[in-house]
């Protein structure tokens, strides 16, 4: 996603406010950051299959026809599309590929959703800390084809269709889920209502994350009213995502995290 002169401040903020590790005063949340700092220091050669992938999408000149389901780009303007130049400005990092793999490595990870596939990389990292099932949620046509192009992996479930629509039928075949990623309509109300469906499927061993929470001032309302939800016991605010975490029985802490 393109950066507005909102997240630019947004991200000076950041910068300004985050946390030492040594200064998170949780004994959970420091040892949750802490195995984010080894699993990313040891994940160097790890999944390289996956950014091969990546390169051949961003050599792909196809031409896609997209449907715009959320607040749209800030760098593509039309509904006609690269293939290459959706890679470069839609999809994760490799970075936070890597962060989103450990978050969901530390749940049961059985049930785990992809709201929002666009070409697929992030589901396919995710995949490879999935035990059970990850369902990947797209709402163009063209891009659900394109991520399931180059031998997907088998514990993908590829979902056609507007989340609205198809989030809730997955959620009662499916019961509990350990991790979500919220990835897709970066509007205000879109993840509101994305989260308050997911909500009742939460256990205690859960973790949530939501992509480009100060993308625009309407993202970061969203995020500032979802991390104050009662059930959240901690929640991380890495600039690029925030992370909510559900355990029970622990004192309620924010922490801003560089990574
Ligand atoms: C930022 S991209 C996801 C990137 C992906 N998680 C990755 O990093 O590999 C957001 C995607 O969500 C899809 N999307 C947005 N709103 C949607 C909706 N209401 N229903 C279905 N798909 C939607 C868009 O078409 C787009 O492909």
């Known amino acids: 996603m393109g950066l507005s ?3 630019v401040k947004a991200f000076l903020k950041h910068w300004l406010v985050n946390e030492e590790r040594h200064s998170i005063q949780s004994p959970l ?14 994940a160097v050669d790890k999944d390289l299959d996956l950014e091969e992938f990546r390169h051949l999408l961003l050599k792909d000149d196809q031409v896609l026809e997209i449907e715009d389901f959320g607040a749209g780009s800030k760098k593509l303007k039309t509904n006609t599309r690269i293939a290459s130049d959706i890679t470069k400005f839609s999809t994760s990092t490799r970075k936070f590929s890597q962060l989103y793999q450990y978050f969901c490595s530390i749940t049961p990870a059985e049930k785990v959703l992809e709201l929002g596939t666009c070409v697929g990389i992030n589901a396919r990292y995710l995949s490879r800390e999935v ?14 084809q394109k991520a399931q192009e180059n031998n997907p992996p088998k514990n993908i479930h590829y979902v056609l269709g507007q989340i609205q629509d198809t989030l809730p039928s997955i959620l009662s075949e499916n019961g509990q889920v350990d991790f979500v990623l919220i990835d897709a309509t970066h509007t205000y109300k879109g993840t509101k209502a994305y989260f ?17 929470i100060h993308w625009s001032r309407e993202m970061n309302k969203a995020w500032e009213e979802i991390k104050s939800h009662p059930n959240i016991s901690i929640s991380m605010d890495f600039y690029e995502c925030g992370i909510l975490i559900f355990k029970k029985g622990i004192a309620k802490n924010h922490y801003v995290l560089h990574y």
């Not at 059970?132 to 891009?143: I, K, P, R, V």
């Not at 308050?196 to 480009?212: K, Q």
């Open 5 to 7: 002169f909102y997240a």
């Open 29 to 42: 949340a420091f040892e949750i950051y802490n195995g984010l700092l080894n699993y990313s220091k040891n």
């Open 131 to 144: 035990k059970g099932d990850l369902y990947s949620f797209e709402g163009a046509e063209a891009l659900f």
């Open 196 to 212: 308050e469906l997911i909500l009742p499927y939460l256990g205690a061993t859960s973790i949530v994350a939501i992509a480009d």
